[in-house]
């Protein structure tokens, strides 16, 4: 199978084809370049049937009678000659035919009769009308561009050559400009405040009141917890990690309020109040049942004579 088929929509328009018609002819324009040739009558023909028409071209059809017809089609065109030899088919290319990508307006270069100026492949102005050398202008389609973007002035951040990686580092994490020697990210310290602004919006941002506070005491096991670790992040990002930290802790004292008093352990030992007897227990039991007596409970501490 052909995996792609290029189609001159200029051409077949040109010449009255249908999407069937237009989809063969580009195949069969592909064809001297691959298949079997053959002198026929001082002429040179191919070998092309309808059944490798339709293996090559299934979304075309699979019909061998449409295959055919649609050649006789662009025969009658002018476009192809069809002739048989030894039961099998060969076709040639017409001068019309040859024509399919050299004409002026092929696909690479599309126009209508004179070169339109300012069209969408062959931009033009006044001062080039032919479109030769022409520096595109600032937001055209070829080189869109913007104002700001193109500051000529050297005493910008553009024009001293800095870089946008350059830029973004001199932004904090809210994007306000600092002073050039600052640091756009810092190390935990033990005094470190969060700014009350950043915090109310990171608290509203993980479904907490606006309002929430850190306590005294969560607000020192955080600083000191990663004063430790030597991380640096900007003050935002700071601000986010404290909220995670109240959150969490909050759920973590949720959670120990609903376990009952003495834990699993407790539990265990309510629910399995009774020890397993030992080999000496157990066979006093089975005399006192074989005497028809009726064992009472071995409990912890209970004596039973051997």
Known sequence: MQYLVAINQAKAVEWGLNAQQAMLFAFLHQVPTWADARQIDGHTYFNIGKGKICEELPLLTDKHDTAYRLMKQLAKLDLIVMTSCDNRTY????????????????????????????????????????????ISDLGSEKSPTNQDTNDHNPNTHSGAGESIFEQAAQRTDDVDTVPTGGARQFPMTLDWQPDPEQLAAQCQRAGLPADTQPAAHQLAKFTAHHADQGRRYGAMAWTAKLVDWIRNDARQQAQQQTQPTGGAHANRQQRNPRRRLSAAEARARDRAIARGEQPGDILDGECTPG
Do not use: C, D, F, Y
Not at 104 to 111: D, I, L, Q, Y
Not at 114 to 131: F, R
């Open 91 to 134: 076709m040639r290319l017409t001068e019309k035919g040859i024509t399919w990508n050299r004409s002026a307006g092929s696909e690479k270069s599309p126009t209508h009769g004179k070169k339109a100026q300012g069209s969408e492949k062959n931009p033009t102005s006044e001062k080039s009308p032919s479109g030769v050398g022409k």
